[in-house]
């Protein structure tokens, strides 16, 4: 039998995208393409096994906010921001499965720049985010940061909680981002990244306190 996507070459492996049965070519071509893959599909796994991890030099610079500087200081004392915000993120794709990487990395670099903005001059200028879904990953970014500044207050008395700092913790999360997505349209393997740091539970999903310190490193 033909492939079913080519009606060309003969099939060889079953593809969960489109229900049958395809060649290795198109798998390979299309995967995250044109594919929806799933992310337990063997031949998605196998093919993020063996893919090499996207270069820096490769990317645009400006992507990356090379001009913002994160130690490991930073990442020491904002960890459960990190995690707090990284949880709003896995949040966000399991209520809407549409969603896949590069949806995700617009989100974090459009609210990247808008408190860049705050921070660097106080003017409060938002970069637009125009998809629904995408608007609603930003409401609950936006949500665990204003929840996490209350609890500073609370505890201190205070917010410690800059809009340099938030800056930041939104950068290291466009770079893990993008080191860990394959950079195709389809691509989810940031996605599934935060779904295994913070795994489903047979009532609700694990909390960013439950998780430790395990989203800090890329």
């Known amino acids: 039998m033909s492939c079913s996507i080519c009606e060309q070459?003969?099939?060889?492996?079953?593809c969960p995208a489109v229900h049958g049965r395809i060649c290795p070519q198109c798998c390979g071509e299309q995967r995250e393409v044109t594919l929806d893959?799933?992310?337990d599909c063997p031949y998605l796994q196998q093919a993020r096994e063996h893919e090499k991890p996207r270069r820096a030099q490769d990317l645009d610079?400006?992507?990356?906010?090379l001009q913002v500087e994160l130690g490991d200081q930073f990442?020491?004392?904002r960890e459960h921001l990190l995690a707090g915000m990284s949880y709003a993120l896995a949040k966000s794709a399991r209520a809407d499965r549409t969603l896949a990487d590069g949806d995700l990395i617009a989100v974090l670099t459009a609210m990247a720049r808008t408190y860049e903005t705050l921070a660097n001059s106080g003017l409060h200028y938002e970069s637009p985010i125009t998809s629904v879904s995408r608007q609603a990953v930003a409401a609950e970014v936006q949500k665990l940061v204003k929840e996490y500044g209350e609890a500073e207050e609370k505890h201190f008395g205070y917010t410690r909680l800059r809009d340099a700092d938030v800056v930041r913790a939104l950068v290291f999360l466009v770079r893990t981002a993008h080191a860990r997505t394959s950079g195709r349209?389809?691509?989810r393997a940031?996605?599934?990244f935060l779904f295994a740091q913070?795994?489903?539970k047979p009532a609700a999903i694990a909390t960013p306190e439950e998780t430790g310190s395990r989203i800090i490193t890329p």
């Open 9 to 14: 070459r003969k099939e060889k492996r079953f």
């Open 37 to 39: 893959c799933p992310s």
């Open 61 to 65: 610079p400006a992507a990356l906010f």
């Open 75 to 77: 990442l020491y004392e």
């Open 185 to 187: 349209p389809k691509s």
């Open 190 to 192: 940031f996605v599934d």
């Open 198 to 200: 913070f795994p489903e």
